[in-house]
């Protein structure tokens, strides 16, 4: 079994800065990309950032500048830091990440998500 639990959400003022961090636990033999998704109410997930296993990122527009995907492949766990944030950016953020599990398994897998609350 694979475990994805994000921290680091909260309330912030517009123009401050969150870490937000997820932790991989389970049967890992390997992780590949690793992820963060958004979900506002009332609107569909959409993709924030990606890195890759060799540590490529990528990000949405809207982030572009003012976010940071990272990962310590070490610790099993990738972080978003959040500047200069918006109340465009309040959402529900979640870490998905593609596990290879000791049995054999790849897998995408989500974490529960965290809140993040930006006010104006």
């Known amino acids: 079994q694979v475990q994805l639990v994000e921290s680091g959400g909260g309330l912030v003022q517009a123009g401050g800065s969150l870490r937000v961090s997820c932790v991989v636990s389970?049967?890992?033999?390997?992780?590949?990309?690793m992820a963060w998704y958004r979900q506002a109410p009332g609107k569909q997930r959409e993709l924030v950032a990606e890195?890759?296993?060799?540590?490529?990122?990528t990000y949405a527009d809207s982030v572009k500048g003012r976010f940071t995907i990272s990962r310590d492949n070490a610790k099993n766990t990738v972080y978003l830091q959040m500047n200069n944030l918006k109340p465009d950016d309040t959402a529900v953020y979640y870490c998905?990440?593609?596990?290879?599990?000791?049995?054999?398994?790849?897998?995408?897998?989500w974490g529960q998500g965290t809140q993040v609350t930006v006010s104006s």
């Open positions: 389970g049967s890992i033999f390997r992780i590949g990309p």
């Open positions: 998905n990440a593609d596990v290879w599990t000791v049995i054999g398994f790849r897998r995408s897998y």
């Open positions: 890195i890759s296993s060799s540590v490529t990122t």
